[in-house]
């Protein structure tokens, strides 16, 4: 292997890993810090924000997350010769915490508060026993701002209005070493993209959970867009793949429309035991290289150059969240049905469209 690509892989197996040590530390930290909050303490320094929390199935969220199930096998991201499979076991494992900075509570019903999200998630094959990386990736932003304004009145459907503002967030998505090698094997004519690249999110939140266990129906409508305008989503070099492919990327919005209803009253379920249904609505760039396809007839591989060159994207879960009884604390692990429908999400092959997605999920919200 050339000695450039060996140098974008070893420094992104370093920044991962410490990354991942972040991660770890943070969970750490905000796990002890749980223990001692309490009514008196919602509010301060390295104090987690209770509002503007992502919601389950927000995609691009700091929840941590693994979740085993089946989706559509694709030459473009199988480790081994294609075989014709339609459906593969897969693995995802995603690590994700928001870093606590500050919070406080001011007049007539505002609250502010600073953190720092921070994601890190795994893509695995599952059809053989070395269950090898298909694709990682990072997130991270400099820092977000949260705004809550609660209403005070007697209309019980418009209870809150919540705001989540980052100015600037970065994305690095990288595939694995066995899937890079089986491409170059194969003599696929694109073995690596490099997706790298940062941006600001805004989001608003009409009745934002803001930590209750109550019966509540959310609304969330967010963008992103990317900050440099002069590059891509993605880059080509000329020794992983043909650079004519790349293609200036003119679309440097997504959008995305999330609900969230959560159920404490009623059939199967209790104050800590609350089910939820979570839905987002996705419509962002597809990357705009060609992926590889299969001729029905002849079963030759052959490049696809899709005419799209955005997606929308559905992602929906489906399950129960337990918390702890004293309603002061908010972490919760939650047991979820998961489907999703759209372009594959992933790294180098969001120009990939066609991809399903069921399985079972398991959330950790360490606030």
């Given at each position: 292997?050339?000695?450039?690509?060996?140098?974008?892989?070893?420094?992104?197996?370093?920044?991962?890993?410490?990354?991942?040590?972040?991660?770890?530390?943070?969970?750490?930290?905000?796990?002890?810090?749980?223990?001692?909050?309490?009514?008196?303490?919602?509010?301060?320094?390295?104090?987690?924000?209770?509002?503007?929390?992502?919601?389950?199935?927000?995609?691009?969220?700091?929840?941590?997350?693994?979740?085993?199930?089946?989706?559509?096998?694709?030459?473009?991201?199988?480790?081994?010769?294609?075989?014709?499979?339609?459906?593969?076991?897969?693995?995802?494992?995603?690590?994700?915490?928001?870093?606590?900075?500050?919070?406080?509570?001011?007049?007539?019903?505002?609250?502010?508060?600073?953190?720092?999200?921070?994601?890190?998630?795994?893509?695995?094959?599952?059809?053989?026993?070395?269950?090898?990386?298909?694709?990682?990736?990072?997130?991270?932003?400099?820092?977000?701002?949260?705004?809550?304004?609660?209403?005070?009145?007697?209309?019980?459907?418009?209870?809150?209005?919540?705001?989540?503002?980052?100015?600037?967030?970065?994305?690095?998505?990288?595939?694995?070493?066995?899937?890079?090698?089986?491409?170059?094997?194969?003599?696929?004519?694109?073995?690596?993209?490099?997706?790298?690249?940062?941006?600001?999110?805004?989001?608003?939140?009409?009745?934002?959970?803001?930590?209750?266990?109550?019966?509540?129906?959310?609304?969330?409508?967010?963008?992103?867009?990317?900050?440099?305008?002069?590059?891509?989503?993605?880059?080509?070099?000329?020794?992983?793949?043909?650079?004519?492919?790349?293609?200036?990327?003119?679309?440097?919005?997504?959008?995305?429309?999330?609900?969230?209803?959560?159920?404490?009253?009623?059939?199967?379920?209790?104050?800590?035991?609350?089910?939820?249904?979570?839905?987002?609505?996705?419509?962002?760039?597809?990357?705009?290289?060609?992926?590889?396809?299969?001729?029905?007839?002849?079963?030759?591989?052959?490049?696809?150059?899709?005419?799209?060159?955005?997606?929308?994207?559905y992602n929906v879960y489906?399950?129960?969240?337990?918390?702890?009884?004293?309603?002061?604390?908010?972490?919760?692990?939650?047991?979820?049905?998961?489907?999703?429908?759209?372009?594959?999400?992933?790294?180098?092959?969001?120009?990939?469209?066609?991809?399903?997605?069921?399985?079972?999920?398991?959330?950790?919200?360490?606030f």
């Open positions: 292997m050339n000695s450039k690509y060996s140098y974008y892989n070893s420094k992104n197996y370093y920044l991962n890993f410490v990354i991942l040590l972040t991660l770890l530390f943070s969970i750490v930290y905000k796990c002890n810090a749980q223990q001692v909050c309490n009514e008196a303490s919602q509010f301060g320094w390295f104090v987690p924000v209770r509002f503007a929390r992502p919601f389950v199935a927000e995609m691009e969220s700091t929840l941590t997350k693994v979740e085993e199930g089946f989706g559509r096998a694709k030459e473009e991201y199988t480790h081994t010769k294609y075989k014709g499979t339609r459906m593969s076991p897969y693995l995802n494992v995603s690590l994700g915490t928001n870093i606590p900075i500050w919070s406080t509570e001011l007049k007539y019903g505002w609250f502010i508060g600073v953190d720092i999200p921070i994601a890190f998630h795994l893509w695995l094959d599952l059809k053989t026993m070395s269950a090898p990386v298909l694709n990682t990736d990072y997130r991270f932003a400099v820092g977000q701002i949260k705004v809550l304004k609660m209403f005070h009145h007697r209309n019980k459907y418009i209870k809150n209005l919540s705001i989540r503002f980052a100015p600037y967030n970065h994305e690095s998505t990288h595939i694995g070493d066995e899937l890079t090698v089986t491409r170059k094997e194969l003599g696929f004519p694109i073995t690596r993209v490099n997706v790298s690249y940062e941006y600001s999110e805004i989001s608003v939140c009409l009745n934002d959970p803001n930590g209750t266990r109550d019966n509540n129906m959310a609304l969330k409508v967010g963008m992103m867009a990317r900050n440099n305008l002069a590059k891509s989503w993605f880059k080509i070099y000329a020794n992983e793949g043909d650079t004519v492919y790349n293609r200036d990327m003119t679309n440097i919005f997504e959008f995305y429309l999330n609900y969230e209803w959560q159920r404490s009253k009623g059939w199967a379920v209790k104050d800590n035991m609350i089910n939820v249904l979570s839905a987002e609505i996705r419509n962002r760039a597809r990357y705009r290289y060609p992926t590889m396809d299969k001729d029905k007839t002849t079963g030759e591989l052959y490049l696809f150059d899709s005419p799209h060159t955005r997606a929308t994207c489906w399950g129960w969240k337990f918390l702890p009884k004293d309603r002061h604390y908010i972490n919760s692990v939650g047991f979820y049905l998961h489907g999703y429908y759209g372009i594959v999400p992933y790294g180098q092959f969001r120009n990939t469209g066609g991809y399903g997605y069921v399985g079972f999920s398991i959330v950790v919200d360490n």
